[in-house]
Nanobody, 121 residues
Framework: QVQLVESGGGLVQAGGSLRLSCAAS?????MGWFRQAPGKEREFVAA????????EYGDSVKGRFTISRDNAKNTVYLQMNSLKPEDTAVYYC?????????????????WGQGTQVTVSS
């Protein structure tokens, strides 16, 4: 069983940056970030494979967000730049034993509790 704990959320002005962290209780392979705004479906944000050599991003964040990982720390990061008010959501970390990346939330077995990101105008 893998436990995930997100951190780094907060309030930031539009155009600013924020870095999220997700600490895992054990080694994970594929890891990703999803987000969910009130009244909306959970949205894929980014994913990274087991060795960090392959990444994928949702269209709405591509070019602004960067996912990375530090396997020595069992931690995945999400660097968010040029933030927009529409980025406001609860951000969730996810992990799975699969080695390849996936953008489908049903394919992730382990989930964190989320961290709130609020971007003001």
């Amino acid at each position: 069983q893998v436990q995930l704990v997100e951190s780094g959320g907060g309030l930031v002005q539009a155009g600013g940056s924020l870095r999220l962290s997700c600490a895992a209780s054990g080694r994970s392979n594929t890891m990703g970030w999803f987000r969910q705004a009130p009244g909306k479906e959970r949205e894929f944000v980014a994913a990274i494979n087991w060795n960090g050599g392959n990444t994928e991003y949702g269209d709405s964040v591509k070019g602004r967000f960067t996912i990375s990982r530090d396997n020595a720390k069992n931690t995945v990061y999400l660097q968010m730049n040029s933030l927009k008010p529409e980025d406001t959501a609860v951000y969730y970390c996810a992990a799975d034993r699969r080695f390849g990346v996936t953008r489908i939330n049903e394919e992730y077995k382990y989930w964190g509790q989320g961290t709130q990101v609020t971007v003001s105008s």
